[in-house]
T-cell receptor
Framework: AQSVTQLDSQVPVFEEAPVELRCNYSSSVSVYLFWYVQYPNQGLQLLLKYLSGSTLVKGINGFEAEFNKSQTSFHLRKPSVHISDTAEYFCAVRGGFTGGGNKLTFGTGTQLKVEL | DTGVSQDPRHKITKRGQNVTFRCDPISEHNRLYWYRQTLGQGPEFLTYFQNEAQLEKSRLLSDRFSAERPKGSFSTLEIQRTEQGDSAMYLC??????????FGPGTRLLVL
């Protein structure tokens, strides 16, 4: 079974400042990792994913994340945020090629609030 | 390429009534998933179909819940005898391979 911890429930940041949203996971098998964004009253939009290969993955809207196997982390970063980045961000994990099922296991989310 | 669609987007019902939600996946996707999201929480897995076969069900899916995907295309999720605790956002996702799931806009259910 997998689990995801997003320690920060809310992250306030000023526009044009850098931001990091933290995600740690637990799994007994190899994993695929995802970050999704959810705007109010909408579904989830995929930001980026790590399946294999390079540990630094780039996504949409200038976001990137780094997979760190030794620290079981997959933190999301953006060097300069915009007011339109205000949303809820979810980290998710599922078992990789070697097993673990098909379902995604999500963290509880981090609310990013960008202020002027 | 249209995305995942869900209908209705909002549903208000009285306790004890039955409700049914529909999900239309991305056209070439053979895998379909249902999740439930309550306020302040991340989505929780309910069930998964590959083509028309329901291959996995969560313990969250009580006997009052049933999901179908009769022709391997659209899916329905029915909740019988709704309870106030069923109030949530119900999300559908689809995928072509097992790797990346694409989500619909969700159906928000309020049980009075």
């Amino acid at each position: 079974a997998q689990s995801v911890t997003q320690l920060d429930s809310q992250v306030p940041v000023f526009e044009e400042a850098p931001v990091e949203l933290r995600c740690n996971y637990s799994s007994s098998v190899s994993v695929y990792l995802f970050w999704y964004v959810q705007y109010p009253n909408q579904g989830l939009q995929l930001l980026l994913k790590y399946l294999s290969g390079s540990t630094l993955v780039k996504g949409i809207n200038g976001f990137e994340a780094e997979f760190n196997k030794s620290q079981t982390s997959f933190h999301l970063r953006k060097p300069s945020v915009h007011i339109s980045d205000t949303a809820e961000y979810f980290c998710a994990v599922r078992g990789g090629f070697t097993g673990g099922g098909n379902k995604l296991t999500f963290g509880t989310g981090t609310q990013l609030k960008v202020e002027l | 390429d249209t995305g995942v669609s869900q209908d209705p987007r909002h549903k208000i019902t009285k306790r004890g009534q039955n409700v049914t939600f529909r999900c239309d996946p991305i056209s070439e996707h053979n895998r379909l998933y249902w999740y439930r999201q309550t306020l302040g929480q991340g989505p929780e897995f309910l069930t998964y179909f590959q083509n028309e076969a329901q291959l996995e069900k969560s313990r969250l899916l009580s006997d009052r819940f049933s999901a179908e995907r009769p022709k391997g295309s659209f899916s329905t999720l029915e909740i019988q005898r709704t309870e106030q605790g069923d109030s949530a956002m119900y999300l559908c996702a689809s995928s072509y391979t097992s790797e990346t799931q694409y989500f619909g806009p969700g159906t928000r259910l309020l049980v009075l």
